[in-house]
């Protein structure tokens, strides 16, 4: 039962444009959610996060908004760069507000943004 | 710090053969886990630990063995490399006490089971 999915394996955007990868989830009970980025032969980094109290969250160019109704959530990035060019991973903890060092991952979206 | 730090980086065994991938953090974490990369797949949890002495399996544990003897180190052991273990794997930790988990993953194992 994949409980966080990914369903764009990639999207390409112009460079200044805006990029929006998308997340489904199934599971009411999460407590809060984190996007990751990953560049080739490197491991993971976060990048933002969410509380499932809350409907959006900015970080500079980034912004993750969440749709509870809709389990979605979607990271926008304006403008996109091309530094951006990346795999993007949505992420969840498990119930009750910790990991405990458990995170489920979604299938990842490869960004590619164009000069 | 040298935050999480994985070796070897890039690793060829063939099948029935045993190795040991090792993971090293330096953040006093207490948690730690092991994922594997696959094409389409996302990250999958194989293992995870809360401490030292305590873990727990993940969603795909068949085939690897863990131990945490130690808060800093957190080995993964194949018994028997089968080609279905022909992946990339990252070792992560984090810490406890935070409002919002963020794991810190180390470089990664690219492994090929011939």
């Known amino acids: 039962d994949q409980q966080v999915k990914q369903n764009s394996p990639s999207l390409s955007v112009q460079e200044g444009r805006i990029s929006i990868l998308n997340c489904d989830y199934t599971?009411?009970?999460?407590?809060?959610f984190l996007w990751y980025k990953k560049y080739p032969a490197e491991g993971p980094t976060f990048l933002i996060s969410i509380s499932s109290i809350k409907d959006k969250n900015e970080d500079g160019r980034f912004t993750v908004f969440l749709n509870k109704s809709a389990k979605h959530l979607s990271l926008h990035i304006v403008p996109s760069q091309p530094g951006d060019s990346a795999v993007y991973f949505c992420?969840?903890?498990?119930?009750?507000?910790?990991?405990?060092?458990?995170?489920?991952f979604g299938q990842g979206t490869i960004l590619t943004v164009h000069p | 710090n040298a935050g999480v730090t994985q070796t070897p980086k890039f690793q060829v065994l063939k099948t029935g053969q045993s190795m040991t991938l090792q993971c090293a953090q330096d953040?006093?974490?207490?948690?730690m886990s092991w994922y594997r990369q696959d094409p389409g797949m996302g990250l999958r949890l194989i293992h995870y630990s809360v401490g030292a002495g305590i873990t727990d399996q993940g969603e795909v544990p068949n085939g690897y063995n863990v131990s945490r003897s130690t808060t800093e180190d957190f080995p993964l052991r194949l018994l028997s490399a089968a080609p279905s273990q022909t992946s990339v794997y990252f070792c992560?930790?984090?810490?406890?006490?935070?409002?919002?988990?963020?794991?810190?993953f180390g470089p990664g194992t690219r492994l090929l089971v011939l």
């Open positions: 599971n009411s009970m999460f407590d809060y």
């Open positions: 992420a969840a903890p498990g119930a009750g507000g910790t990991s405990y060092g458990k995170l489920t």
């Open positions: 992560a930790s984090s810490y406890s006490g935070a409002d919002q988990e963020t794991q810190y």
């Open positions: 953040m006093n974490h207490e948690y």
